[in-house]
């Protein structure tokens, strides 16, 4: 049987948000292999046959160890190269100085070497580029400073591999580069002296998954191992990177890595890591939020820590977040901590203004509902430094690809950045608009994309992308469901529940967070809140009902929904733990909402 009506998860063919619903699809044969195997019932298990797990890789899902998993070093391309020209130059006494990406993963990443090489008795220099004045990554200008600087080896992370101009420069001055880089690269290999990207052509590891933070800890290790063989640890030991994999994780969480194989270990070992809340940065950090020391999750990294730290590259004072992260000096941290919290504080205004007058501009021009493939939209002074912040929240409110653009009308120019979603890869898109001429710079991966484009090529390149997208957008669409874990009621949704399915984590990206569905509800004690959310109750036909929320969804007809109090509704959404008042309860996050008589 083809019709729709058996096919979709509560007959939701259409949701209040455009989207089909669907049971998420489990082999029911490793369903029942996993639960003999581990001893789970019948919800865990098919949880984790519906993310990919079989029985046979059950127990590291659960249980994830380094040694089980940690991939050898020479299976990256370049990575033996690259541990070699860096101890060849610190040996040598040769100036090393490191040149980082202004986000988290590039501070991160940074603070990874500048402490590996503290251990071993040398303090890095950190060279983070202004993103107004330099712009992404190394360019020659930045190689001639650093060369003035006395650099005679610059290590780049979470950039350079895109970099051609510059690293040519670089060779051309005398300046020796090793580049570290997750980033989707063009065919060419840049001049350099080793270059090591699990997304490089010819790379074989099979861990493209990885954030740059990921690959400079592997680099750890294969410095530690080339040390051994130089037997550089006879008067001091040898450096322990395990206790340093907060860091790695903080990177692979902030910039949205697919949690599977050894990223999702290394993610899930090093948030255990971040519980001690040893690194004084980041427990800094922590305080001038006013959260709570405890077993770090997902939610630390991306909400809490991830935004505060970006501040800096974004509206401040670049290096900001690789110093905090790189310091063991407990008074620089909480001093760093507190301007990249006040940073924090004035980009969310920053971003509520733009992504405001993008909306009205989208909107009333109807781009947003007009069959494109992706919304481009720029306007005059938009903060750089948000641009990418506001694509992410408007790819949700659209459930396309956007560009956000921010326009400087003087130079001519714009700086702008994207945010894709599954099936669409915007950054070979933005390549290509590269090799095309439509772009000044170019650059990212398949979920985000970041760009520079002369003012009058942006209606070519808005064309030239919607042309080149719209078949991928077209399936990705039709493949834009909810899907669904479990059916439950209200009274169902429990602290036991919620912990239960927390031992599947942690979640993201090719591990997706369990959703659950609510039928025939009720969304009672409606309230609109500060910022576009909605708050309510959800209850029941039986009157049990469960705290929920619904983020930036006021304006919205799934928000409208809640806000009317209607009745009979079906909805998916998490459950989240709502410790408030030490009530040790749950809170429902609302995903989408069907109503049956809208149908």
Same mark, same amino acid.
């Not at 503290?118 to 060369?147: C, H, K, N, W």
């Not at 940065?281 to 939610?299: I, T």
């Not at 790189?326 to 620089?332: G, I, R, S, V, Y």
């Given at each position: ?16 948000s ?11 044969s490793?369903?029942? $292999? /996993? ?7 019948? +919800? ?6 519906a993310?990919?797990? !079989?029985?046979r ?17 020479s ?8 541990a ?18 202004y ?13 590996? %090489?503290? =251990? ?9 580029? !202004? ?41 051309? /001055? ?17 001049p350099?002296?080793?270059?090591v ?17 990921g690959?400079?800890f592997? #680099? ?12 550089l ?7 322990? /990177? ?19 194989g ?8 090093? #948030? ?12 800094? &950090?922590l305080?001038?939020?006013d ?13 809490? #820590?991830g ?9 401040g ?16 941290? =909480? ?14 205004? /920053? ?12 909107e009333?021009?109807g ?13 005059e002074?938009?903060?750089p ?15 396309k ?5 921010? #326009? ?14 599954? *099936?669409?890869n ?16 170019g ?6 994309a970041?760009l ?13 992308l919607? $042309? ?16 669904? !874990?479990? &059916? ?11 912990? *239960? ?5 942690p979640f ?23 910022g576009?959310?909605?708050?309510c ?7 049990a009902?469960?705290r929920?929320?619904?983020w930036?969804?006021?304006?919205l007809p799934?928000?409208?929904?809640? +806000?009317?109090?209607r ?20 809170? %429902? ?11």
């Amino acid at each position: 049987m083809t019709s729709d009506a058996f096919e979709h998860f509560l007959g939701v063919g259409e949701s209040l948000s455009g989207r089909a619903w669907e049971r998420r699809p489990a082999d029911e044969s490793q369903v029942r $292999a /996993i639960m003999q195997a581990e001893g789970l019932d019948e +919800l865990l298990a098919r949880a984790m046959a519906a993310r990919g797990v !079989d029985a046979r890789g059950a127990r590291d899902f659960l249980q994830p160890t380094l040694k089980s998993m940690f991939p050898d070093p020479s299976s990256f391309l370049g990575m033996d190269q690259a541990a070699t020209a860096i101890l060849d130059a610190m040996e040598a006494g040769r100036s090393l100085h490191l040149f980082a990406d202004y986000d988290v993963d590039g501070a991160a990443s940074a603070a990874l070497l500048v402490r590996w %090489f503290r =251990a071993m008795g040398r303090e890095l220099p950190i060279y983070v580029p !202004d993103r107004l004045t330099e712009g992404y990554g190394p360019s020659p200008r930045a190689f001639d400073t650093l060369q003035s600087q006395g650099a005679d080896l610059v290590i780049t992370v979470d950039c350079g591999a895109a970099a051609e101009d510059a690293l040519e420069h670089a060779a051309r /001055i005398g300046l020796d580069v090793v580049v570290v880089d997750h980033h989707l690269m063009r065919e060419r290999r840049p001049p350099c002296l080793a270059l090591v990207n699990p997304n490089q052509p010819g790379c074989n590891s099979g861990q493209g998954d990885l954030a740059a933070a990921g690959v400079v800890f592997v #680099l750890l290790a294969a410095l530690n191992r080339e040390g051994r063989a130089r037997g550089l640890f006879g008067d001091r030991p040898q450096p322990d /990177i395990r206790r340093w994999m907060d860091l790695a994780a903080l990177g692979g969480v902030c910039d949205v890595t697919a949690l599977r194989g050894f990223n999702r270990a290394l993610v899930s070992l090093g #948030l255990g890591v971040m519980s001690d809340w040893a690194n004084p940065g980041l427990r800094a &950090l922590l305080e001038v939020a006013d959260a709570q020391p405890g077993p770090a999750k997902v939610n630390h990294a991306g909400f809490i #820590l991830g935004p505060r730290i970006n501040a800096g590259g974004r509206i401040g004072r670049a290096d900001l977040g690789a110093r905090l992260l790189a310091t063991d000096d407990p008074a620089e941290a =909480a001093a760093l901590a507190g301007r990249l919290d006040d940073l924090n504080h004035e980009r969310r205004e /920053i971003e509520r203004q733009v992504q405001d007058a993008a909306v009205r501009r989208v909107e009333s021009a109807g781009w947003h509902n007009d069959g494109s493939a992706v919304v481009v939209v720029g306007g005059e002074d938009w903060h750089p430094g948000v641009v990418g912040i506001v694509a992410g929240r408007l790819r949700e409110r659209w459930r396309k690809p956007v560009i956000v653009i921010g #326009l400087d009308a003087v130079n001519g120019v714009g700086k702008g950045s994207g945010r894709s979603q599954p *099936g669409v890869n915007l950054g070979r898109a933005i390549q290509a608009a590269w090799g095309e001429g439509l772009l000044l710079a170019g650059g990212g991966h398949a979920m985000a994309a970041g760009l520079t484009v002369r003012i009058d090529r942006l209606e070519d390149l808005r064309a030239y992308l919607n $042309a080149r997208l719209a078949d991928e957008q077209q399936v990705a669409a039709a493949q834009d469901t909810v899907e669904i !874990d479990a &059916l439950i009621d209200p009274s169902a949704a429990t602290r036991a529940l919620l912990d *239960g399915f927390e031992r599947l984590g942690p979640f993201g990206p090719a591990n997706p967070e369990p959703l659950f569905a609510l039928s025939g509800v009720q969304a009672r004690e409606p309230m609109a809140m500060k910022g576009g959310h909605v708050r309510c109750r959800l209850a029941g036909p039986d009157g049990a009902s469960v705290r929920a929320i619904a983020w930036r969804q006021a304006d919205l007809p799934l928000g409208q929904a809640l +806000l009317e109090g209607r009745t009979g509704l079906n909805v998916v959404g998490r459950l989240k733990a709502d410790d408030w008042n030490g009530r040790q309860g749950v809170q %429902f996050e609302i995903e989408d909402v069907a109503d049956p008589r809208r149908v």
